[in-house]
């Protein structure tokens, strides 16, 4: 089963039919303050496949990306230059993974957070920036909001990409409220060289460590 909107294609399953005309309500909501953040509108085809099952999932993940996909993954992007992909598995199967407690409304969020990772890649040519910025704009933009409180992982776990979500959120809501749009613009853009920016802001913000 397809839905289609613009450019982007949405295949999905008979375990979705009870979530997809909201799913797709919510994406049309969310999608031009995407698109706007980045200043860009994408043409190219975006593909969004719902996977029932969380094992459907794992083996996707294992093809592509070449290695064991973690308990928690639920979503991925996976995308060059010539295509664009989200691989998002079905909320008809989260009760049988570690975000069986999560609402409709977290699973949305998620959705947007993986839409965000692909408008991101094709931002920056489908180079991912380094894991802070790449996880914490989507957090952000998803509005899959924490509480503002210290950043307690230690800079090497947060330049390693091994820092929990709680602190990418809070390091990019700094980077937010400190620097103009257009420079964080850049930071997203792999062009620059993410890990100084990193070092320089928890540098010049090491209260918050």
């Not at 089963?1 to 049309?28: F, T």
């Not at 593909?47 to 064991?68: D, G």
């Not at 947060?158 to 850049?186: C, E, M, P, Q, R």
């Not at 930071?187 to 060289?193: A, F, W």
């Amino acid at each position: 089963m397809k839905k289609l909107l613009e450019n982007i294609e949405i295949k999905y399953s008979k375990a979705d039919l009870a979530y997809i005309e909201e799913l797709l309500i919510y994406l049309k909501e969310n999608k031009e303050e995407i698109y706007n953040f980045f200043g860009i509108h994408p043409t190219k085809r975006i593909e969004i496949n719902i996977v029932p099952t969380k094992q459907e999932l794992n083996n996707i993940f294992l093809e592509l990306i070449k290695y064991e996909c973690k308990d928690w993954v639920v979503g991925f992007v996976y995308c060059s230059k010539e295509f664009y992909r989200i691989y998002i598995l079905s909320y008809s199967d989260y009760k049988n993974t570690v975000h069986y407690k999560e609402s409709f409304e977290d699973y949305r969020k998620t959705f947007i957070h993986e839409f965000i990772h692909v408008i991101n890649a094709i931002f920056s040519n489908c180079l991912f920036p380094i894991t802070p910025l790449w996880e914490g704009i989507a957090i952000f933009l998803s509005k899959q909001h924490f509480e503002e409180t210290e950043i307690t992982s230690t800079e090497e776990d947060i330049l390693n990409g091994n820092a929990s979500f709680k602190d990418y959120y809070n390091l990019f809501l700094k980077i937010i409220k400190t620097y103009s749009h257009n420079d964080v613009l850049k930071m997203l853009d792999t062009s620059i060289n993410g890990e100084s920016i990193i070092k320089e802001v928890l540098n010049h913000h090491k209260s918050i460590l």
